[in-house]
């Protein structure tokens, strides 16, 4: 083998190695946001907010008190937080008014015509509205989608970064009524 071909391979195996390495970091990031962190399950007061939602109603989280509340911090473009709709759905199919479901956007990248749009095309019948109220700080918003549970004495029961089951939702709701 000449010097030239050496180097050639050499090099050649370099970008092998970062380009597997690369992959690996993606595919552990993915699943991160795909897959969530740990559940954590915290008693604590819920930070109060209010808000406009998409049809151009102020509410404010105490409007809620003695309800459970699901809130669903999320974002229209987020694929996880996409998923996350067909778990909601079936928690409110399972209870009803009996919980209260909020979604609200920590994406600075929706409006509230794209918020509206999300709502309608996903055929949810619950409040949308636009994280206005400092929210994503208020509830330490580090990745979407991040779920919630305020308990009727209006503490924080449960949360959960990245997609939550219909399962887990329901089973700790349950818990919680």
């Known amino acids: 083998m000449t010097e030239q071909e050496k ?16 992959i690996i970091a993606l595919a552990l990031i993915a699943n991160h946001f795909m897959l969530g962190n740990e559940e954590v399950e915290y008693t604590g007061n819920a930070s109060e907010f209010t808000l406009t939602d998409t049809e151009g109603n102020t509410f ?8 459970i509340v699901v809130l669903d911090l999320m974002g229209t473009l987020c694929p996880p937080c996409q998923q996350e709709v067909l778990h909601l759905k079936e928690v409110k199919e399972n209870f009803g008014n009996e919980v209260k479901i909020l979604s609200i ?9 794209t918020l509206s749009s999300f709502k309608e095309e996903e055929n949810c019948d619950w409040r949308f509205a636009i994280d206005t109220d400092n929210v994503i700080k208020k509830y330490n918003v580090q990745a979407i989608p991040k779920i919630v ?10 949360t959960h970064t990245g997609l939550t089951y219909s399962s887990t939702l329901i089973e700790n709701i349950n818990g919680f009524i």
């Not at 404010?60 to 309800?67: A, I, T, V």
């Open 7 to 22: 180097e050639n391979s050499n090099q050649l195996v370099e970008v092998a190695i970062i380009f597997g390495i690369t």
């Open 60 to 67: 404010s989280l105490s409007d809620y008190q003695g309800e």
């Open 105 to 113: 956007s920590v994406a600075a990248y929706d409006t509230n015509q």
């Open 149 to 158: 549970i305020i308990g009727k004495n209006g503490n924080v029961k449960f």
